[in-house]
């Protein structure tokens, strides 16, 4: 006989278990977690993790209970260096490194024609296009360097001084580039590129209202025609002739169209324009917010540094690398810039002293006066900073010719200086200090005082054993 007693039988094999928590109903009550207390969150992540098995050692990701937000602010407060490596735990992490870089240098112009740029770093504020501009030759090992740019070449190809002219990119690429790129970086602040045109700048101007910053190579008057559509433009380098690498001109009708385009600049760099006093002037004129100036290997007409007194704002002057200064400055003599404050003169040519005169009175005004590695700089040259009557701080650096005795003669004459620099200027003694340039270096804010690095050496090596020669050095046994 067989009866039933009502009760469900149980299985004999297992015991009915609690289904465990997906990770999806982790991710859609992440907000409840993320409100809770410190102690009530901990408790909530013991009860939420699996039991760890023995054949398997996989713990979970907290990080999905993390909203992108936050996890893109926990990544910025890791080194820029490391944040690369985090690009390669997953493809979320992946893309948010992407969103976190704002700076990015194109050697592949594929890779922004593709759209493959935008997509990977959608927020990129400052862009480097040269080097992208360059055709090269896959698989080159030759890196060519120039104080302008740095590209690779083939071996054999670089056979001509023409090569980087030669193998640009066409303007319509650079265009249409140029279009892609401002479609998908609205946000961008300083862009760099080479061989555009008055379209491409345009296409930019339109899509970046927020450029602020902007460097163009092989620059042309014609390309200077669209500069004036960029409304908060305040950083400018121009880079037109460039010996051995391309012949671009940048002509006073050039720098008309940008004084009359870009009156909000606060700096100007002119690499290798040419031009002369009616453009200097209209800069002057018209770009009244001008704070500094820079001329880098210029090929400017004569008289061109007579514009310099409708600069009424300039406050820093910059020449460098510059084989002249001005052929025919005899106007600049009775005029000067009374807002200039700094002068800076770096691997220029100072063997001119009609011309050298003019420029100091021109800058009279300067309260900080800097030298570096200048060619014909000697006493004669020198003396006549004298005509700077306020100058705070000077700067010497590779000024060979350059003695004592007229150093001391001049800065003698400057009783408001409070910084002094003299380094690897040779002809410059410590032997030959007197006591006044002694007291003079005591009463000063800041002195760095290295003229002769080859007599600090030797008497940081004495007794060291160290910088003997051969055959008093070593001894025979």
Not at 37 to 50: C, G, I, N, Y
Not at 56 to 85: A, C, G, H, W, Y
Not at 141 to 159: A, D, E, M
Not at 208 to 216: A, F, M, P, V, Y
Request: charged residues 25%; proline residues 3%.
């Amino acid at each position: 006989m067989s009866y039933n007693t009502g009760k469900k039988e149980s299985s004999p094999v297992s015991p009915l278990k609690k289904r465990r928590a997906s990770w999806s109903e982790l991710w859609v009550n992440h907000h409840q977690l993320l409100s809770s207390s410190p102690l009530d969150l901990a408790a909530k992540f013991q009860s939420l993790t699996p039991p760890i098995s023995k054949s398997k050692t996989l713990l979970p990701d907290f990080t999905l209970l993390l909203p992108d937000l936050i996890l893109i602010r926990v990544i910025e407060k890791i080194p820029k260096s490391q944040r690369k490596n985090l690009s390669l735990v997953c493809k979320r992490w992946f893309k948010l490194h992407g969103r976190l870089v704002r700076s990015f240098k194109v050697s592949d112009w594929e890779f922004l024609a593709s759209g493959r740029l935008i997509s990977r770093f959608p927020n990129l504020d400052t862009v480097d296009l040269v080097s992208g501009c360059l055709i090269s030759p896959p698989n080159s090992g030759i890196l060519v360097n120039h104080r302008i740019v740095s590209f690779t070449v083939g071996v054999g190809s670089y056979q001509s001084w023409s090569f980087f002219e030669e193998n640009l990119l066409s303007v319509d690429i650079v265009e249409r580039g140029l279009k892609a790129l401002a479609g998908g970086c609205s946000n961008l602040r300083k862009l760099v590129v080479t061989n555009t045109s008055e379209l491409g700048l345009l296409n930019v101007a339109e899509e970046c209202s927020r450029l602020q910053e902007l460097e163009l190579h092989k620059c042309s008057d014609s390309v200077l025609l669209g500069i004036g559509a960029f409304e908060n433009l305040q950083i400018l380098r121009l880079v037109g002739n460039v010996d051995g690498l391309y012949n671009s001109l940048v002509s006073d009708i050039g720098l008309m169209i940008l004084a009359q385009g870009c009156k909000r600049l606060v700096k100007l760099e002119l690499v290798g324009c040419e031009g002369g006093f009616d453009g200097i002037k209209e800069i002057g004129e018209c770009c009244q917010m001008l704070e500094e100036l820079t001329l880098c290997d210029h090929k400017m007409e004569s008289g061109w540094l007579g514009g310099l007194r409708y600069c009424e704002n300039l406050k820093t002057l910059k020449l460098v690398s510059c084989k002249k200064i001005d052929n025919d400055p005899d106007e600049c003599f009775s005029c000067c810039c009374p807002a200039l404050e700094r002068l800076h003169l770096e691997k220029c040519q100072l063997r001119d002293k009609n011309t050298l005169k003019a420029l100091f009175k021109m800058c009279e005004a300067a309260r900080e006066i800097v030298f570096q590695d200048c060619w014909g700089l000697d006493n004669d040259i020198f003396s006549l900073a004298l005509a700077f009557g306020r100058v705070k701080l000077l700067y010497l650096e590779g000024c060979s010719l350059l003695t004592t005795s007229c150093l001391e003669s001049v800065i003698l004459h400057w009783h408001e200086l409070e910084h002094l620099k003299v380094v690897s200027c040779k002809n410059i003694k410590d032997s030959e200090v007197s006591p006044s340039l002694s007291a003079l270096f005591s009463a000063l804010v800041e002195l760095q005082w290295r003229p002769d690095t080859r007599s600090h050496l030797s008497s940081s090596l004495t007794g060291t054993g160290i910088g003997g020669k051969g055959g008093k050095f070593f001894k025979k046994t």
